[in-house]
C-alpha cells in the first residue's frame, strides 16, 4: 500500500500488479489493518475510515474518524495495531518548542472495537523528539536543533511485548533514520 498507488499484490515478489482498491487517493502512507474480519484504511491527513472484507477492496468509507469530544480527527502517517479483541491507533504530532511548531511527539489511543473510527480514549504522549539526540535533529547533518521530526510510526506486538518503529530527521536527506521503541506494559504505555 504505497502512497497514492493504494495497492499491488504478488505471488512472487517480483512481478507485481496494481489493484485498484476502489479509493482513489489516501495521499501518504495509507494505514491498514485487519480487524474482527474487516480491512480498515486510513489516508494521510484525512478524516474518512475506510473498510473492506478483503486486502484488495473494494473500500467504502464506514465513518469519519472522531474523538472522545465528538470532534472529527485528521492525523498524518498514522498506523493501527490490532491486539485481540482492541484496536490502537498511533500517529505523530506538532507541539510547540520555544515558540516553534517544529517538534513531533508520538501519540497513542484505543479505538472503539464496534465502531473503530471512533476514538474510546483520550490520545496519550508516548514519545517526544529530543534534540540531545542527533538522529532526531532534522538536516542532511543533523545539524537543525529546533527543528525535530518524527514520522512512519508502524506497531507490532510480539511474545508479549509492544514495539512502536517510527523514522527522524526527513526523508529528503540521507541522515534519515529508523528508532524502535518498546513497551511490555501495555500499548499505550
Known amino acids: 500500500y504505497p502512497s497514492y498507488q493504494v495497492a499491488y499484490v504478488t505471488e512472487d515478489f517480483v512481478h507485481w500488479k496494481h489493484v485498484d482498491v476502489g479509493v482513489h487517493d489516501v495521499r501518504y502512507s495509507p494505514a491498514i489493518v485487519q480487524f474482527r ?58 507541539v510547540k518548542i520555544d515558540g516553534m511548531m517544529c517538534c513531533l511527539v508520538t501519540m497513542g489511543a484505543e479505538l472503539n472495537p464496534d465502531r473503530p473510527w471512533e476514538y ?34 508502524w506497531a507490532i506486538k510480539k511474545n508479549g511485548r509492544y514495539y512502536l518503529l517510527f523514522s527522524s530527521g526527513g526523508t529528503e536527506f540521507s541522515s534519515y533514520a529508523h528508532g524502535v521503541m518498546i513497551s511490555e506494559e501495555g500499548p499505550l504505555s
Open 37 to 94: 474480519g474487516k480491512w480498515y484504511m486510513l489516508g494521510h491527513g484525512m478524516a474518512d475510515l475506510y473498510c473492506s472484507d478483503s486486502p484488495t477492496g473494494p473500500f467504502t468509507v464506514c465513518g469519519q474518524m472522531t474523538g472522545v469530544d465528538g470532534k472529527v480527527k485528521k492525523t498524518a502517517d498514522a498506523c493501527f495495531l490490532a491486539d485481540g479483541d482492541h484496536l490502537y491507533i498511533y500517529y505523530p504530532e506538532n
Open 120 to 153: 474510546l480514549t483520550e490520545p496519550v504522549e508516548l514519545y517526544r523528539a529530543d534534540p540531545g539526540i542527533q538522529w532526531h535533529r532534522w538536516g542532511e547533518h543533523n545539524q537543525e536543533g529546533r527543528a525535530l521530526y518524527l514520522e512512519g510510526q
